[in-house]
């Protein structure tokens, strides 16, 4: 092997060296909330009047966590939107996203002017489909037990959709029963009603996603405590599902 060759074989492998160096020196790992991420400081820096772009042109101070990642106390679930929309400068969201009003919340924190207008825009865009002429219903799902989390291990699940009774009477025999149908008289009239079957919300959520519904908002609470009619003192946690759906008068619903 001549020396020309050798040289050559050098100077690739120092370049190579090189340039694995200066990527690693972009790369940027992040714990936010808890989630951790890993991207660039060109995907950060992508608006450079914002939190972002501040915290990584060296005009902000920075912390880091245990594993010497910058850390940011936010949300965490939707920065991956926010990461997502400095890569792309697209927002994708899930069909069925209802948080704008966290989402919101965070696009001003971080100071990003594009994605603070996108947000506004589809959050008023939902609240508008949500003012037109429809019909609602509420599904709510609640477990207690000492192992809640778990409806199959030790825990009572109750299951309740509310909403008008023409509505409801709409809905299947597998989750209504003909003779709770044959109980409703005043149509107009907004009832309660518990449901059967098991895994009665999902298989709801299935079935209203087909028919054109849309799912307009849903939270969870949780609390515990200890049963005090029992001989022995055990933990009882309940946790509260609540969905709620609606159907736009233009579509019609079999």
Not at 43 to 60: D, E, I, K
Not at 71 to 90: C, H, K, T
Not at 133 to 152: F, H, K, N, Q, W
Request: glycine residues 6%; charged residues 20%.
């Amino acid at each position: 092997m001549d020396n020309s060759t050798i040289s050559q074989q050098i100077f690739s492998s120092g370049h190579r060296i090189h340039n694995n160096c200066k990527m690693s020196q972009d790369l940027v790992h992040l714990n936010v909330g808890g989630y951790k991420y890993t991207t660039t400081k060109n995907t950060l820096s992508r608006y450079p009047n914002s939190m972002l772009g501040a915290m990584f042109n060296g005009s902000m101070p920075t912390s880091v966590d245990e594993e010497g990642r910058y850390f940011i106390d936010r949300d965490g679930a939707l920065f991956g939107i926010i990461l997502n929309f400095l890569r792309s400068s697209v927002m994708a969201l899930p069909n069925d996203f209802q948080k704008f009003q966290q989402l919101s919340v965070e696009a001003d924190f971080y100071q990003i002017e594009p994605l603070i207008q996108m947000v506004n825009e589809s959050r008023q865009k939902a609240l508008n489909m949500h003012s037109r002429s429809g019909s609602m219903i509420e599904v709510i799902e609640v477990r207690t037990g000492s192992t809640a989390t778990m409806p199959t291990n030790n825990s009572r699940v109750k299951t309740i959709v509310s909403g008008r009774r023409d509505v409801i009477n709409k809905l299947p025999p597998e989750f209504v029963s003909a003779t709770e149908k044959l109980l409703h008289t005043t149509d107009t009239e907004f009832t309660e009603l518990e449901l059967i079957g098991s895994n009665v919300r999902l298989r709801l959520a299935e079935f209203f996603k087909s028919n054109n519904w849309q799912l307009i908002d849903s939270n969870f609470s949780s609390s515990s405590g200890y049963d005090s009619k029992s001989m022995i003192s055990s933990l009882l946690i309940e946790q509260s599902y609540r969905d709620r759906w609606f159907l736009l008068e233009e579509y019609t619903w079999q």
